[in-house]
């Protein structure tokens, strides 16, 4: 493999072939820009100017604060972790034309430009709140376009390992692993309504009220009924009785014990008969008061007969909801959903790497990634036809956002070439057209406190 100096580089497997590195005129990200156009839409990332706390004081400031929340939620968005990767992304045609246009003649912010808005503007006690706020906006400004009256939430925590001396990781027994222990809300929608890091070393359920209550005084300020679900962490009589004062119908997951077990001895016996394929299910409902609870709650019981297994499988949910109990229980299962979406932000965003020393660093970390996912989902929600809304977020990634485009650049207009591989131009035009429609929506649609 040879060739002159600065005439691209030939293959010799195939001497037409000839290899140009024009980083500037290339682009593997071009479907940001979409991105980018729903967020306009949505006025989402407008709102960082109102809320965070501008830390700088010098006459030259060449990025703004929306400009640099951008340029580190849409690197996230993109797969890139690092500030060390905004070396190559400040250059990127794509995160130029995203973060303004005085980028795109110019530069986007460079590693050190964002490392220290990460790093030392963000990591401000009032800046850190102030993410929280920005998140729970562009929550509640998705949810105000649905005319659902309920919205539903899932709680539940995380395992995100360490492999340093990050300050507050500890060991988790149960994870078996040196860790910080987060914690996690979501949404029927697949939105992320918010987070918290904590120590490793915490109880699942611990700050669950501090966590919990901003999110049902929105939701209630925004006049939805609201519903929960928990697994087994959260089975508490603190969780019960608050959920009850502010009427909140709930599915938690109970712990078994002697006194629940006694309650489905009649169900405890093999059904007679070959056994079939298909699991044979059976509930049971009643009435039961834990020593620690002030009054008696409604728990239903699962109990599941399979093939090829000695003992059934039993479940216990403690609710208080009037459904059926078969009902409840499939309701209840639909909490799945947010394990999976935890799933998708470890795999598909790689929100699990929280490396800076700091622990104030990597809540504002863990904030940001945060903050793409619901970008990503945003996207997902409102933006994708029928045909491709089964993508999930790593599909989304490979498909849509790592589009390659050649830049062609005019005194008035740069052109993105975009290549037509997953997503051909009608495709990507019906997105648009999509995105479009809710611009008008976001327009009528009442403006939200912030």
């Not at 939620?73 to 973060?99: F, K, Q, W």
């Not at 040196?178 to 029927?188: A, G, I, K, M």
């Not at 039993?314 to 959903?337: D, H």
Request: net charge positive; aromatic share 8%.
């Amino acid at each position: 493999m040879g060739a002159p100096k600065n005439a691209g580089i030939r293959l010799l497997f195939d001497r037409r072939l000839r290899l140009e590195f024009r980083g500037a005129k290339i682009t593997t990200d071009a479907g940001l820009l979409a991105v980018r156009e729903l967020d306009e839409m949505m006025g989402l990332t407008e709102m960082a100017g109102g809320l965070i706390a501008e830390g700088r004081t010098g006459k030259n400031i060449q990025h703004q604060i929306p400009g640099l929340i951008r340029q580190s939620v849409y690197a996230r968005l993109a797969g890139y972790e690092d500030t060390n990767d905004h070396e190559g992304l400040s250059r990127d045609p794509a995160m130029r034309a995203i973060i303004g246009k005085r980028a795109l003649e110019r530069m986007a912010a460079s590693p050190g430009t964002v490392s220290r808005f990460e790093t030392e503007i963000l990591t401000q006690d009032e800046n850190i709140e102030a993410l929280s706020s920005l998140n729970s906006a562009w929550v509640s400004k998705a949810v105000s376009l649905s005319k659902a009256k309920k919205v539903i939430l899932d709680i539940d925590s995380s395992e995100s390992p360490v492999h340093g001396n990050q300050e507050g990781s500890a060991y988790n027994g149960h994870f078996k692993s040196n860790c910080y222990h987060p914690l996690f809300c979501f949404n029927n929608y697949g939105d992320c309504e918010g987070t918290v890091l904590r120590p490793g070393n915490v109880h699942s359920a611990d700050g669950w009220r501090e966590f919990i209550e901003p999110i049902v005084d929105r939701y209630k300020e925004m006049d939805k009924k609201l519903y929960l679900r928990g697994d087994a962490a959260f089975a508490s009589p603190d969780i019960y009785e608050y959920l009850e004062g502010k009427g909140i119908l709930y599915t938690i997951r109970l712990p078994a014990n002697q006194v629940l077990s006694r309650e489905i001895d009649h169900l405890m016996t093999r059904p007679v008969g070959r056994p079939s394929k298909k699991p044979k299910t059976f509930f049971h409902d009643f009435s039961y008061k834990a020593a620690s609870w002030k009054k008696p709650r409604r728990v239903i019981a699962k109990v599941e007969w399979h093939a090829g297994e000695l003992f059934p499988r039993v479940g216990f949910i403690v609710t208080n909801m009037s459904r059926a109990p078969e009902n409840v229980v499939r309701f209840y299962n639909k909490r799945g959903t947010a394990e999976q979406n935890i799933r998708e932000g470890k795999h598909a965003l790689t929100w699990t790497r929280l490396s800076c020393s700091r622990f104030c660093s990597n809540q504002v970390r863990l904030a940001l990634f945060v903050m793409a996912y619901n970008l990503g989902n945003f996207l997902r929600r409102f933006a994708l036809p029928s045909e491709v809304s089964h993508w999930s977020l790593s599909s989304l990634q490979l498909k849509l956002v790592k589009i390659g485009a050649k830049i062609v650049s005019h005194s008035r207009m740069t052109i993105f070439q975009m290549a037509e591989v997953a997503v051909p131009e009608r495709l990507f035009r019906s997105m648009l057209s999509r995105i479009h429609r809710l611009g008008r929506a976001c327009a009528r649609a009442p403006s939200l406190s912030l």
